[in-house]
C-alpha cells in the first residue's frame, strides 16, 4: 500500500475514515483494501518524533497547517493517544485497522506493517536505512545555520519523505577544553566506527561529506578561552 502526504493528513485529521476510501483506493489500483475503520493512533506526550510527522503533514495539507500545525505537542482531532514510541507500536499493532507514527527501529522491533509513500519528487518510495540516507545527503547542509535542518520533504528520488536527524549541542567556548576535545574524539570516534553500530540498531550514519563538513566546522568554531582551536583538522 502507498499513500501521499495530503492523504496522511487527512487520515489524521479524521477525514478519510476507512480504509477502502476512494481516494485510497485511486492510489492503490489493484490492491484489495478493506471495508474497516481507520484508528488513529498518536502520542500522548510530546516529543520530536511528533513534530517531524506534523512538520510534513503541515507541508503536505494547507488545512493541517492551518489548522493543526506542527509542534512537538498538537490538538489530534482524532483518535488514540500512547505514551513513546513503544506505546504507539504496541497500540497499533494490537488494534485492527490502526495506523500510527514511530521512529524506524520500533516497527521494525515490533514487525509493524508499514505503508509506502510518494516523496517529494512523486516517486513511491520504501521506509529503509536507504531512503533516510538519501534524504539527509539531498539536504543543504552547507548553508544551514549550526546545522539545523528539518529533514522532511527533501528532494531526490530515493528520499523517505520524514527523516529527522539528531543533534549534539557543543559550545563554541568550553568552558573546559579538555573536555571538550575528549567530547569530540568520541564523536569523531563514532563517525568513523560507529556506523555498523547505529545501523544494527535501525538509525542512519550521516553521509561521509556531512561528515567532513562538521569537523570542519569543529575546526573552525570551537576554541578555548585564548582563541585556539580546540579541535585541529589533522587530530
Known sequence: MKLTGAQVADIFRGVIKKWNDPLLVKTNAGVALPNLPITVVHRSDGSGTTFLFTN???????DWAGKIGANSAVEWPVGIGAKGNEGVANMAKQTDGAIGYVEFAYAKQNN???TKMVNHDG???TP???AFQAAAAKADWANAKDYYLILTNQAGDASWPITGASFILMYKQP???????TALKFFDWAY???????TELAYVPMPANVVDQVRQTW?????DSSGKAVWSASQ
Do not use: C, H, N, R
Not at 192 to 198: I, Y
Not at 219 to 223: M, Y
Open 56 to 62: 510534513y503533514l503541515s507541508q503536505s495539507s494547507p
Open 112 to 114: 509493524l506493517t508499514f
Open 123 to 125: 516517486k513511491v518510495v
Open 128 to 130: 529503509s536505512i536507504e
Open 175 to 181: 568552558g573546559d577544553a579538555d573536555a571538550a576535545l
Open 192 to 198: 568513523k566506527s560507529g556506523g555498523d553500530m547505529a
Open 219 to 223: 575546526a573552525s568554531s570551537i576554541k
